[in-house]
């Protein structure tokens, strides 16, 4: 059964680039499926924010509240997918979840990780 | 502001019976599926349906779910302390071409 394991700097300075990494296990994400590789965030306290998603094609679909800051991208080497967010600012402080699902339903979670943003 | 609209809170005793609403539009409920997610505190949010009103392996039946037009409703029967939890609907926005959730309704079993 798949896994998903999140990594990454949990401490990001104001104006820098958040990346994070998830680690996938027990399935690939280069193979051919329905599958697509997800990004949702959490603020502390608060629900749910979906960042983006990425096919096993490349194909990508973001956030359009963040799509100009936001880059989805596959390791197909390491079977890893990975999150930059650029030019951070305090309100990109939560908790970054890894998902695999279809284009809307995410499936299989990561446990999770906690960025903050300050100085 | 959600693009989803949930109340943010519901509560009903053991035993009974809770329902948890999800309202949006006709770019996103009104024609995609609907899944529906529980979070308990400090836990990553676990699928409970998907596609309108399916059930993952594992999750008992006393979940359900129904979509109508451009509304969504979970269903949750035989109250147990143990599920009180938040609760998140999702799906896609043809219109955003991008995920969007509700805000979440928080469950307590009195």
């Known amino acids: 059964q798949v896994q998903l394991q999140e990594s990454g700097p949990g401490l990001v300075k104001p104006s820098e680039t958040l990346s994070l990494t998830c680690t996938v296990s027990g399935g690939s994400v280069s193979t051919v499926s329905d599958y697509y590789w997800s990004w949702i965030r959490q603020p502390p306290g608060r629900g749910l924010e979906w960042i983006g998603n990425i096919y096993y094609s490349g194909r990508t679909s973001y956030n359009p509240s963040l799509k100009s800051r936001v880059t989805i991208s596959l390791d197909t080497s390491k079977n890893q997918f990975s999150l930059k967010l650029s030019s951070v600012s305090a309100s990109d402080t939560a908790m970054y979840y890894c998902?695999?699902?279809?284009?809307?339903?995410?499936?299989?979670w990561g446990q999770g990780t906690l960025v903050i943003v300050s100085s | 502001q959600s693009v989803l609209t949930q109340p943010p809170s519901v509560s009903a005793a053991p035993g009974q019976k809770v329902t948890i609403s999800c309202s949006g539009s006709?770019?996103?409920?009104?024609?995609?599926?609907v899944s529906w997610y529980q979070q308990f505190p400090g836990t990553a949010p676990k699928l409970l349906i998907y596609e309108n009103n399916k059930r993952p392996s594992g999750i008992p039946d006393r979940f359900s779910a129904s979509k109508s037009g451009t509304s969504a409703t979970l269903g949750i029967t035989g109250l147990q302390t143990g599920d009180e939890a938040d609760y998140y609907c999702g799906t896609w926005d043809s219109s955003l071409s991008a995920g969007v959730f509700g805000g979440g309704t928080k469950l307590t079993v009195l």
């Open positions: 006709s770019s996103n409920i009104g024609n995609n599926y």
């Open positions: 998902a695999r699902g279809t284009i809307a339903v995410a499936g299989t």
